[in-house]
């Protein structure tokens, strides 16, 4: 649950104001209701960044919490190319913001998502040694090659390399399923799990969201249909549900964000078909199922 100005830094434009970030307050109304009418829970990744100094955003994390949706952390400063920084970085990132979601909303973080699903083993050991239950960082996808050069040369081209890594590039053939690292430890003696982004079974193909909004409706309900998966891992982004006319983002970086400017009816009608076709499948909190996980000893399949 990106701000639109941390969106902005992490592909390295330092322009948009975040005095002036409304996304939680555009953004976090339209899913809170959505979820609601699709009896769905989600989880909630945020960064320390987006909320320590804006009142705004404080209070509709609030509200989240307060709808029984989960928070989790999505590391302090939303650094790009996370995997190549210091253990050191790494360590302060993870444990600063997991503190400021403590300070701020008495909420005890159980799970972590890498910007840019940027993730390495180093990273999952600082994980597991600071008791997290689950990451939720690896995207087996077959296109993640494709996806950085796509991100290098068309959305920001003056970025040079893409911030977006996702992880080293045999990831994608890492499970589709949750499964258990059972070579990382938490401090308890327990296994740390894995959930991993949707992918589809055949060519691991995206299965989120965003990648959604840019296909051809009678495809995407195709994809809806076919996806088989015991656990479906389905990504949205706060961006996915601004109006970028009608909401007055008037930001031409922003502008930029390959989906931004669909309108808001469409996302929506797009939204409401793709929770009622999975909401019986996608009402598990993230951090739920890591804990039945590590009760029951559930295996990689
Ligand atoms: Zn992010």
């Known amino acids: 649950m990106d701000s639109l100005s941390t969106i902005a830094s992490y592909y390295g434009s330092e322009d948009f104001d975040p005095a002036k970030d409304r996304l939680y307050e555009i953004a976090v109304p339209r899913l809170l209701d959505l979820f609601d009418r699709h009896h769905v829970r989600a989880t909630f990744f945020i960064s320390g960044k987006d909320f320590i100094n804006?009142?705004?955003?404080?209070?509709?994390?609030?509200?989240?919490?307060?709808?029984?949706?989960?928070?989790?952390?999505?590391?302090?400063?939303?650094?790009?190319?996370?995997?190549?920084?210091?253990n050191a970085v790494v360590e302060e990132e993870i444990a600063?913001?997991?503190?400021?979601?403590?300070?701020?909303?008495?909420?005890?973080?159980a799970g972590y998502r890498s910007p840019g699903y940027s993730i390495s083993d180093d990273i999952l050991r600082l994980l597991a040694k600071q008791g997290y239950l689950y990451d939720s960082s690896i995207f087996?996808?077959?296109?993640?090659?494709?996806?950085?050069?796509?991100?290098?040369f068309t959305a920001y081209p003056k970025q040079g390399v893409s911030p977006t890594d996702m992880g080293p590039p045999l990831l994608f053939l890492s499970p589709r399923e949750p499964y258990l690292l059972r070579n990382l430890k938490l401090p308890d003696g327990r296994p740390m799990a894995e959930i991993p982004v949707t992918t589809t079974r055949i060519g691991r193909l995206p299965f989120y969201f965003s990648f959604h909004l840019c296909l051809p409706e009678p495809v995407f309900r195709v994809m809806l249909g076919a996806i088989r998966a015991d656990c479906?891992?389905?990504?949205?982004?706060?961006?996915?549900?601004?109006?970028?006319?009608?909401?007055?983002?008037?930001?031409?970086?922003?502008?930029?964000h390959t989906t931004i400017k669909i309108p808001l009816e469409s996302k929506m009608k797009k939204l409401d078909i793709a929770m009622s076709s999975l909401s019986g499948r996608v009402n598990i909190l993230s951090r739920d199922l890591s804990g039945e996980m590590l009760k029951t000893g559930i295996a990689a399949k």
């Open 54 to 86: 804006n009142e705004r955003t404080c209070f509709w994390i609030d509200k989240i919490i307060h709808k029984g949706h989960e928070i989790a952390n999505h590391s302090f400063s939303h650094l790009a190319r996370l995997s190549s920084r210091s």
């Open 232 to 256: 479906i891992n389905y990504v949205l982004h706060g961006t996915d549900i601004l109006d970028f006319t009608k909401d007055r983002i008037n930001d031409r970086f922003i502008a930029r």
């Open 140 to 152: 087996p996808t077959s296109i993640s090659v494709l996806y950085k050069i796509y991100r290098k």
């Open 96 to 109: 600063k913001n997991h503190q400021a979601i403590k300070d701020f909303f008495d909420v005890t973080c």
